[in-house]
């Protein structure tokens, strides 16, 4: 038995299900079929390549590393395929690309530029509130492509085989009630909001929570955080003066809710890209790039209270 295309393809669709069961549908095939041909290919390459127990399958060691390198290989044999199906003049099949967003306004310019650059990309998208999620994702070739952001001391390095690169570092402003008396200020002290009940997303990540955490801290003071809350609810809260929030510059904000800077620009946060070495997305990367900064800015300049803020400071040096 010699190493086919297709044998690479069963072993990438059963990392990404998790599931003998699974990736036989997806498959086309069995499951009893699947785990035969699965056991062939292990004795093929000489070891186990998944871990198998009630909570589904999972790589072993080897299993990862044969992986990384199925998953480098099988973009280069489609290339191939539709390169040539192009040549003699015949249709070729749609390249899949699932984009990951995290809640950010990064997600629409992405998908637009990605469709504009491979227009006959099948795209499909996910939306991730929680961030954490989307670097593994992408390693397990779960995902073509991803937005994703991190925060000063709290850089994220991509996994093996992913890429990152940044797109816009800004600073991170403050939701509060219109009829909030510090709603009149052009910008607020952080410190100003010792004494408030804080509205934190339920879901955010470690490196959300502890760059506030850290800066609160250095205002002098312990955040007080009341709600634990998705966006729906904790915009209601905010208009109704119950908290105040966190908000990206981009907001444009809610009725009843005033957005401000805060002095010193203390709260900061860094928009990324990401994407699998080897996949689809890469060859396009460096002009999706360009093209989503190009969107970001454009956007900052039509958001009034981020526009106000840039013309006084300037936009903020990248992190890492």
């Given at each position: 038995?010699?190493?086919?295309?297709?044998?690479?393809?069963?072993?990438?669709?059963?990392?990404?299900?998790?599931?003998?069961?699974?990736?036989?549908?997806?498959?086309?095939?069995?499951?009893?079929?699947?785990?035969?041909?699965?056991?062939?290919?292990?004795?093929?390459?000489?070891?186990?390549?998944?871990?198998?127990?009630?909570?589904?399958?999972?790589?072993?060691?080897?299993?990862?590393?044969?992986?990384?390198?199925?998953?480098?290989?099988?973009?280069?044999?489609?290339?191939?395929?539709?390169?040539?199906?192009?040549?003699?003049?015949?249709?070729?099949?749609?390249?899949?690309?699932?984009?990951?967003?995290?809640?950010?306004?990064?997600?629409?310019?992405?998908?637009?530029?990605?469709?504009?650059?491979?227009?006959?990309?099948?795209?499909?998208?996910?939306?991730?509130?929680?961030?954490?999620?989307?670097?593994?994702?992408?390693?397990?070739?779960?995902?073509?492509?991803?937005?994703?952001?991190?925060?000063?001391?709290?850089?994220?390095?991509?996994?093996?085989?992913?890429?990152?690169?940044?797109?816009a570092t800004e600073p991170i402003f403050v939701g509060l009630a219109s009829?909030?008396?510090?709603?009149?200020?052009?910008?607020?002290?952080?410190?100003?909001?010792?004494?408030?009940?804080?509205?934190?997303?339920?879901?955010?990540?470690?490196?959300?929570?502890?760059?506030?955490?850290?800066?609160?801290?250095?205002?002098?003071?312990?955040?007080?955080?009341?709600?634990?809350?998705?966006?729906?609810?904790?915009?209601?809260?905010?208009?109704?003066?119950?908290?105040?929030?966190?908000?990206?510059?981009?907001?444009?904000?809610?009725?009843?809710?005033?957005?401000?800077?805060?002095?010193?620009?203390?709260?900061?946060?860094?928009?990324?890209?990401?994407?699998?070495?080897?996949?689809?997305?890469?060859?396009?990367?460096?002009?999706?790039?360009?093209?989503?900064?190009?969107?970001?800015?454009?956007?900052?300049?039509?958001?009034?209270v981020y526009a106000a803020w840039l013309a006084l400071h300037g936009p903020?040096?990248?992190?890492?």
């Amino acid at each position: 038995m010699e190493l086919e295309v297709r044998h690479l393809r069963v072993i990438c669709a059963v990392a990404e299900h998790g599931s003998i069961s699974r990736a036989a549908v997806a498959l086309g095939m069995s499951q009893p079929a699947l785990t035969a041909q699965l056991r062939r290919i292990e004795r093929m390459f000489g070891g186990r390549l998944f871990d198998r127990d009630r909570g589904g399958t999972r790589p072993t060691s080897f299993g990862a590393w044969v992986l990384v390198r199925a998953r480098s290989l099988l973009p280069a044999f489609d290339e191939l395929r539709r390169d040539g199906m192009r040549y003699i003049g015949q249709s070729c099949p749609r390249p899949a690309i699932r984009v990951g967003c995290m809640v950010s306004h990064l997600g629409i310019s992405a998908i637009t530029r990605l469709g504009e650059l491979i227009p006959d990309a099948e795209i499909t998208a996910r939306t991730e509130e929680a961030m954490d999620l989307l670097p593994g994702l992408l390693e397990s070739g779960r995902l073509e492509l991803a937005t994703l952001g991190d925060y000063p001391g709290h850089e994220i390095l991509p996994p093996t085989g992913v890429t990152y690169v940044s797109v816009a570092t800004e600073p991170i402003f403050v939701g509060l009630a219109s009829s909030h008396p510090l709603a009149r200020s052009d910008e607020i002290e952080l410190r100003d909001l010792a004494g408030e009940d804080w509205g934190l997303h339920a879901l955010a990540e470690a490196g959300h929570r502890e760059h506030f955490w850290t800066a609160c801290a250095e205002a002098g003071f312990t955040p007080r955080i009341a709600y634990a809350a998705d966006l729906s609810l904790a915009v209601g809260l905010i208009s109704s003066g119950r908290c105040v929030g966190m908000f990206q510059a981009l907001s444009t904000g809610h009725p009843g809710i005033t957005i401000r800077p805060l002095a010193g620009t203390p709260l900061r946060f860094r928009h990324l890209l990401g994407w699998p070495e080897h996949g689809p997305v890469a060859p396009y990367a460096s002009d999706l790039a360009a093209g989503v900064r190009a969107d970001y800015w454009a956007k900052a300049r039509r958001t009034p209270v981020y526009a106000a803020w840039l013309a006084l400071h300037g936009p903020l040096p990248s992190l890492g």
